[in-house]
Structure formats: structure tokens, C-alpha cells
């Protein structure tokens, strides 16, 4: 895995994950039909990580949780998600139990709230790889401490028999990484692991990640909002507006070449190091629109600057429009290299030239 | 040089942990007195944005109450607006002189919702602090309530009449934010108070905070975690760790030439956009890979010795003093025994020190 590449995702490695068309619906009680995700594809290979950004009910929660059919019963899960070539979907409860766990698993945004408080943390790994493996319990309990030493928790043998109030935040969702990592899974899926941690911790465990990958070349998907977070430690991102994806690119090309006007909007808003102070951060107007009611156009265009009829009449189709990078827009920003918004000085044109 | 708005001396708060049913217990290895806030002193003049960074657990949200007097500090002065409010707080007919002296300070919350009274609408709580100053007009007040939620860029007859729940997080903390400017404030203290909100949503909030500190010419001291965020506001930065303050100054210094080495671990860890043009972060962790003390015991010394790349035995021998740091800028204070060198690139690999290597070897 080389880091900072420039272009296109790694072609030659066949896909881990591999969704296509995927799309949730969820009827409300007595309410309208919600599209919280339509018609998402995308592909993540080995030893890669994908950032899918968005804002809150931009769908990528829903979307994530269709991949490990971790949804209720009543959402209507449509399209295909390939695992390594296995088909997820439609899959019975009983026959993805087998997958997650062994073959995908995820950490979430709280680890607190996803370890069991009255349990003492080591067991509750143990039991993890016992469900997946037949191994006895000293077999087992060897694993969970030789994964604590690959999360670097310090003390692991004294560590298993604390219980989760004992940690603290960043530890947490250390052991959070150690389960997830107990049975190798083939991808990672993290939702917001890091929202809720202090930067430097956040940068701990994005470091550790990166390195764990390295080491085991799993795949990572990473749902977060930071855009930030996205440009330091993922190979490619994919932007999510309104239930669908909007642009996905290489981090080079994504922040280097922004084409479509609503991550450009989000790119203008953040605040940055390099910006100075006190002067006033570009907006756009505006909400994002209500799901239960599905626009014959484009979802960003009743915000869009850039907005004509066409925008609003006719949906614009999510196609690759240069090897590598994917959007959906009418009228696309004009292509060629720029500096991420707020006068960055461009640092090499050359950085997303090479790759074509 | 102009008076300061407010000037904080000396503030310490502390707070007694008990075990289960009050009890100190022995199990309970958190039970004692927390220093919460240990010794800390700042300034704000009109018209300035001072922001306190720091992160969880480092008391910049405590030390936002103390200035308040909600609670009021153990020890310590609050001088606001030529008014110590120490002394009110301690004279016998405290409760009216104090809330007096307070109302031209107001506080705006992290969470929209649970600031908000659920049951009441968006006018009866932005026209609440002018009930509570005497106005008794219902028509004036309702015209002032009017005129401030224009002033956030909501209005009477489409928001008025809502309940909180019925409003997005924007919106929420835009109510929040004229209920603030209904006591015609000069200081407002806004606690995390757009870290919960999406990136477009937190933008137009960033954007109506400046706008009224110019056309009302308000102050803010500004807690955050972000530092980012932070830098788009800030006229000078504190930088707080484990109660006490470990750096201050211009914004721009402190960006861009940081001497404490806790602020250079900070800087270093936002994850930030521009890094998209450096090519993805190196994997592995990071030198200081330490855990934050606890504030029961604090360590001796320096506070943050333990999680130091610099540090030596003076560290715990001796508490560093806030003063001028050699080769800084007028007014760039810090508390540090052997501050990273002016002009040193801001990285923690930067630093280097036997101290990390022995801590990340675990």
C-alpha cells in the first residue's frame, strides 16, 4: 500500500467489498416511505480505505448498517453488496451471522455503549472468537491478550479482567479495534470510531489503524463527517448528499479537482488552519431536503449556485467522467487542478496530473 | 491600553468525589478532590474573542463556569466590567447584586436541544430574560423578541410560535443565540457551542457569531476542542491541560510558532483538509502515546510531564510559571521549563526526546 497515490484506486486488486445499487427504504408508522440511501455503488479493495462522507441523514449510517444487515426488519433493503464475491443481500439472519464477525465487522462512534458493563472485558472478546472458532477457553483467552498487545493496551493480562468502566475513552474503543480485528475480518467498517475521542487520541487510534491494516491488509470503510479526517488517512472518498452519492474520488483528486458544487461547498465550509481569522467562511442556503419525498432532479439543486431548469427536471447519473473520479452534476466545476478553496497556494500541478 | 471587559486572578475550583452514597470509598480509585481549574488567570478586553482550548477533562468548561460564578470559584477574583463579582458573591445581599452585575454576560450551550425548554415556544424563551429584567410590556417585548430573531436570521411568524423539538440544530442554537443577546450582553461565553452541528449548518452559526460581534461589538470567550475551528474565530488562545493553562497569546503566534510542547502535540493531531495534497498519514502511533493524568492527583510540577517528549526531572521538581518565553512575541506566554524552540517546525516527530521512546515501548 503505498500512501498518496495519485488518481484512480489501486485497479488490479479485486474488490473486497463491492456494493451496487444499494438502496434502504424505511416506512415510518403511519408516515411516507424515507429514501435514506438510493442506488449507492461503490468498491473497496484490500488494504484500502474508503471515507464516506456526509452530513447527518445524508444516509451513510443506513447505508453501512444494510452491508451488515444490522437494519430492523421493517427497512427495505434493495441492490447487491459482494462480499469477496459473496452476495449479502437477501441473505438469511441465520447465514450472515456466520459473515459478521469473521469476515466484516465494525467499531462504532460510543464505545462505551457497545461493551457489555456488567461483563469483564476479556471474556467478552473471548466469546466473540469462541462464536466464530472452535477454540477452548485458555486457547481463546491466549488470542484475546496476544490482540490486546497488537492494539497496545498496556498490561493485557491485567487488562482482561477489568471491566469497561475501568477504561478510559481511547482505550475503549482500543478494545473495540481488538474485538473487531479478533477472527481477521477481510473489512473494517468504522462509523464515526473516532467522533467522540479528544484529537489526540483520535490521531492514536487513526495511526494504529492505519498500521494494523498494513499488518493484516484488511480493508477500511470509514463513515465519518470530517472531511479532515478523510484527506489524512483514507486512499479514496465518496460524498453522500441527500441519500446518494454525489462525487467519488481519489483523496488527491477529490480535494485537487472538486467537480461537483455540493462538496465544494462542503470543502469552502470547514474551518482550516490555514485560513485567517475573522473572515467569513462560504455558505450555501439552505437545508437538505426531506427523504420522503423523492426530486425528479438533482437533491443539491435547490441549494446549488450553480443550479439551472435542467437541475431541477432531471436527475444528473453518477458516472465515472475520468478514470477514477465519479459525479453527479449538470455543470460540473470546470476540471483542472486547484488548491482546496481559501487561497491555499498550489502546491504542484503536477499532483493530479500524473495520474491520467 | 484599554481596560479589560473582564479579567480573571488566580480562579481554583475544585470539587470533593465520593464513592457510592457519599462515602469515600477505597475501591473507587477517582474518590478525592478533583482540581479542576488550579490557578488560572486571563484577560478579555472589548470587542476580543479569547478562545480556551483543550481537551476533555482539561477544565475549560469549569473554569467557563467559575467566571460565571455557576458555582462560584473556591478562590479567586472575577473582575467584569469594573465589578468584582467575587466580593458580590460574597456580600451579604448577593443574589440580586450578582445576577445584576451577571446579565451582561450570557452563555450559549453545546447541545441545542436540552438548552432549550421543550414545552415552550421559541418566543416565550427569547422574550424570558427580558421578563426577568422588568420589561412588562407584552407588546414592546414582543417587538423585541421580533427584532432579535431577526438578528439571528429567523423570524416571529415563522418560528415564533414553535417548540424546540420542531426545529433543526441550526435553528435550536440560533434560539439560543438571541435568547443570549435579549440581555444585550458584552460578553458572550459560548461553550462548544457550534461542535455539534454539520459543517454547512456549523458555517452559517461561525458566520452570525462574527457578524454580531462586529455590529453589537460583543466579546466572546469561546471553548472548544477544535482547533481549527478556533483559529477561524480567535483573536488570542489559551491552551489548557489538566486545570491549568499551559500557553497563551495572539492567535496567529501561538499557530504558527507554538512553544509549549502539549499545543505542538494538539496542532499536530487535527486531522485537517490540506493534508490531501501531503499524501496520507504515516501509519503507526505516535511517539507520545501516553494517558492523560488524573485530576485527583494531579502529577507534580508540570502537569504534563508525564505525557511529555522534553521532559526532565526539573519538570516535577518545579511547577512551571506562565511567562515570556525567549525569542517569542509580546504577549505569547508559556508554562514550560524547556519550550520547543522558536521557529521549530510544529510536529511532535519534531521534538524527539528519550522520554516518548520509553513510554511507546510498551
Given at each position: 500500500m503505498t500512501a498518496g497515490t495519485a488518481g484512480g484506486p489501486a485497479g488490479a486488486a479485486a474488490p473486497v467489498l463491492e456494493v451496487r445499487d444499494l438502496s434502504v427504504r424505511f416506512r415510518p408508522r403511519g408516515g411516507n416511505l424515507v429514501h435514506?440511501?438510493?442506488?449507492l455503488s461503490y468498491t473497496v479493495a484490500a488494504g484500502r480505505t474508503v471515507a464516506i462522507i456526509g452530513e447527518s441523514g445524508s444516509g451513510k449510517t443506513a447505508s453501512s448498517r444494510a452491508i451488515m444487515g444490522l437494519?430492523?426488519?421493517?427497512a427495505q433493503v434493495s441492490g447487491s453488496v459482494l462480499l469477496s464475491g459473496t452476495e449479502?443481500?437477501?441473505?438469511?439472519p441465520r447465514a450472515l451471522r456466520r459473515h459478521r464477525g469473521r469476515d466484516v465487522a465494525m467499531i462504532f462512534q460510543d464505545p462505551a455503549r457497545s461493551l457489555?458493563?456488567?461483563?469483564?472485558v476479556g471474556p467478552q472478546i473471548a466469546e466473540a472468537i469462541r462464536a466464530h472458532k472452535k477454540v477452548g477457553r485458555a486457547e481463546a483467552r491466549e488470542r484475546v491478550i496476544e490482540l490486546f498487545k497488537l492494539v497496545r493496551l498496556s498490561a493485557p493480562e491485567q487488562r482482561?479482567?477489568?471491566?469497561?468502566?475501568?477504561?478510559s475513552g481511547g482505550m475503549r474503543q482500543r478494545v473495540m479495534i481488538a474485538m473487531a480485528l479478533s477472527c481477521s475480518p477481510k473489512l473494517l467498517i468504522a462509523d464515526?470510531?473516532?467522533?467522540?475521542?479528544d484529537v489526540t487520541t483520535q490521531a492514536q487510534i487513526m495511526r494504529l489503524l492505519a498500521e494494523l491494516q498494513e499488518q493484516l491488509g484488511m480493508a477500511i470503510l470509514m463513515i465519518s463527517h470530517d472531511l479532515g479526517l478523510a484527506a489524512s488517512y483514507a486512499d479514496e472518498v465518496v460524498v453522500m448528499y441527500a441519500g446518494r452519492t454525489v462525487e467519488r474520488a481519489s483523496v488527491r483528486e477529490l480535494f485537487g479537482?472538486?467537480?461537483?458544487p455540493y462538496t465544494s461547498a462542503l470543502l469552502g465550509a470547514v474551518p482550516r488552519l490555514d485560513r485567517a481569522a475573522h473572515t467569513p467562511l462560504p455558505v450555501v442556503p439552505g437545508r437538505p431536503p426531506d427523504l420522503s419525498a423523492e426530486a425528479a432532479?438533482?437533491?443539491?439543486a435547490p441549494r446549488c449556485?450553480?443550479?439551472?431548469?435542467k437541475c431541477a427536471e432531471r436527475r444528473p447519473a453518477f458516472d465515472?467522467?475520468?478514470?477514477?473520479h465519479w459525479y453527479a452534476c449538470?455543470?460540473?466545476?470546470?476540471?483542472g487542478p486547484r488548491a482546496?478553496?481559501?487561497?491555499?497556494?498550489?502546491?504542484?500541478?503536477s499532483a493530479t496530473g500524473g495520474a491520467r | 491600553m484599554t481596560e479589560p471587559l473582564l479579567q480573571a486572578r488566580e480562579l481554583v475550583q475544585e470539587f470533593t468525589v465520593r464513592g457510592q452514597g457519599g462515602v469515600p470509598s477505597?475501591?473507587?480509585?477517582?474518590?478525592g478532590v478533583v482540581?479542576?481549574?488550579?490557578g488560572v488567570s486571563l484577560d478579555i478586553f472589548p470587542g476580543e474573542t479569547l478562545s480556551v482550548v483543550g481537551e476533555t477533562g482539561s477544565g475549560k468548561s469549569t473554569l467557563a463556569r467559575s467566571i460565571m460564578h455557576?458555582?462560584?470559584?473556591?478562590?479567586g477574583d472575577v473582575v467584569f466590567q469594573g465589578t468584582s463579582l467575587t466580593s458580590l458573591h460574597r456580600s451579604s445581599h448577593h443574589g440580586t447584586a450578582l445576577r445584576d452585575a451577571r446579565r451582561s454576560m450570557q452563555m450559549i450551550f453545546q447541545d441545542p436541544y436540552t438548552s432549550?425548554?421543550?414545552?415552550?415556544?421559541v418566543a416565550r424563551i427569547v422574550g424570558e430574560p427580558l421578563v426577568a429584567a422588568g420589561m412588562r410590556d407584552r407588546a414592546k417585548r414582543r417587538q423585541r423578541v421580533s427584532e432579535l430573531l431577526e438578528q439571528v436570521g429567523l423570524d416571529m411568524a415563522g418560528h415564533?410560535?414553535?417548540?424546540?423539538?420542531?426545529?433543526s440544530g441550526g435553528q435550536c442554537q440560533r434560539v439560543a443565540i438571541a435568547r443570549a443577546l435579549a440581555a444585550s450582553p458584552a460578553l458572550i461565553i459560548a461553550d462548544e457551542?457550534?461542535?455539534?452541528?454539520d459543517v454547512l449548518v456549523q458555517a452559517q452559526v461561525l458566520n452570525l457569531l462574527e457578524g454580531l460581534r462586529t455590529s453589537l461589538g460583543l466579546s466572546y470567550l469561546f471553548i472548544a476542542h477544535d482547533l481549527a475551528l478556533v483559529k477561524q474565530v480567535s483573536d488570542r488562545v489559551a491552551v489548557m491541560y489538566l486545570g491549568r493553562l499551559c500557553e497563551t497569546g495572539p492567535a496567529d503566534e501561538v499557530y504558527a510558532h507554538p512553544r509549549h510542547p502539549y499545543t505542538v502535540e494538539l496542532l499536530d493531531a487535527v486531522p485537517r483538509v490540506e493534508q490531501a495534497e501531503l499524501g496520507k498519514r504515516p501509519p503507526g502511533?505516535?511517539?507520545?502515546a501516553g494517558q492523560t493524568a488524573s485530576p485527583v492527583n494531579p502529577p507534580s510540577g508540570c502537569r504534563f510531564r508525564t505525557r511529555?517528549?522534553?521532559?526532565?526531572?526539573k519538570c516535577a521538581a518545579e511547577t512551571p510559571v506562565l511567562g515570556t518565553a525567549p525569542g517569542?512575541?509580546?504577549?505569547?506566554l508559556v508554562a514550560c521549563h524547556?519550550?520547543?524552540?522558536?521557529?521549530?517546525?510544529?510536529?511532535?516527530?519534531?521534538?524527539?526526546?528519550?522520554g516518548a521512546a520509553a513510554d511507546a515501548s510498551q
Open positions: 435514506a440511501a438510493s442506488g437494519l430492523p426488519r421493517s449479502l443481500i437477501g441473505l438469511s457489555n458493563p456488567t461483563m469483564k482482561y479482567d477489568e471491566y469497561p468502566h475501568q477504561f464515526e470510531a473516532t467522533t467522540a475521542l479537482n472538486v467537480r461537483m432532479g438533482c437533491p443539491f449556485p450553480r443550479a439551472a431548469d465515472e467522467h475520468k478514470p477514477g449538470w455543470y460540473p466545476l470546470p476540471d482546496v478553496e481559501a487561497g491555499l497556494a498550489n502546491t504542484g500541478p | 477505597a475501591g473507587l480509585k477517582h474518590s482540581q479542576a481549574v488550579s455557576a458555582p462560584p470559584p473556591k478562590s432549550l425548554d421543550p414545552l415552550w415556544s415564533g410560535h414553535r417548540r424546540a423539538r420542531e426545529l457551542a457550534v461542535s455539534s452541528l502511533d505516535l511517539p507520545t511529555c517528549p522534553r521532559a526532565q526531572a517569542s512575541g509580546q504577549g505569547h524547556f519550550p520547543v524552540p522558536a521557529g521549530e517546525p510544529a510536529t511532535v516527530s519534531g521534538i524527539g526526546g528519550a
